[in-house]
T-cell receptor, first 113, second 114 residues
């Protein structure tokens, strides 16, 4: 158990819908990262927040957004969902803003029908 | 930009045999390197990491990896595998202290059979 929690574990929804994925980092960690794992793209970095502020953006679609709240939990919002958004979404956390070891949560499996 | 190549998508091996999973990276600056393991239907677990210092890094579950700067490699090894080591293994790189994002390889599926 990494100490990073993600909810829900599974999510099934329809195209065009909007969903919110939630992540709670390890106690004391200030950084939260979001990754997408799909069969064709592999593991891809989406976005990084440190202490409430966005620090880095990767291959994140404009239909996706994220935020980190004062209690340090983070939410990833996915809107106008398409079939291709079906994937495993992982959250990771670390203590530092830069160069810290990232610890991953169990993931949320999203299926868009 | 950094990139990671895991040369083998699948490595079949018999129980108690040694194994090496290969990882090569490209980067124009100094790097930190990681190996993560993903068991079926689970998240990623950190196996080991290289930040600096000794190039031979020991991790959990009897795994070790060696950083070779001249060959830009970070191969993962275990002298004797168990059935329970069956999982997908990911090599990842981040460009040292000034960066935060991890770039992952495509993964290597280690299949251990009796």
């Amino acid at each position: 158990d990494s100490g990073v929690t993600q909810t829900p574990k599974h999510l099934i929804t329809a195209t065009g819908q909007r969903v919110t994925l939630r992540c709670s980092p390890r106690s004391g960690d200030l950084s939260v990262y979001w990754y997408q794992q799909s069969l064709d793209q592999g593991l891809q970095f989406l976005i990084h927040y440190y202490n409430g502020e966005e620090r880095a953006k990767g291959n994140i679609l404009e239909r996706f957004s994220a935020q980190q709240f004062p209690d340090l939990h983070s939410e990833l919002n996915l809107s106008s969902l398409e079939l291709g958004d079906s994937a495993l979404y992982f959250c990771a956390s670390s203590v530092k803003a830069l160069g810290g070891t990232q610890y991953f949560g169990p993931g949320t499996r999203l299926l868009v029908l | 930009a950094q990139s990671v190549t895991q040369l083998d998508s699948q490595v079949p091996v018999f129980e108690e045999a040694p194994v090496e999973l290969r990882c090569n990276y490209s980067s124009s600056v100094s790097v930190y390197l990681f190996w993560y393991v993903q068991y079926p239907n689970q998240g990623l677990q950190l196996l080991l990491k290289y930040l600096s210092g000794s190039t031979l890094v020991k991790g959990i579950n009897g795994f070790e990896a060696e950083f070779n700067k001249s060959q830009t490699s970070f191969h993962l090894r275990k002298p004797s595998v168990h059935i329970s080591d069956t999982a997908e293994y990911f090599c990842a790189v981040t460009e040292g202290r000034g960066y935060s994002t991890l770039t992952f390889g495509k993964g290597t599926m280690l299949l251990v059979s009796p």
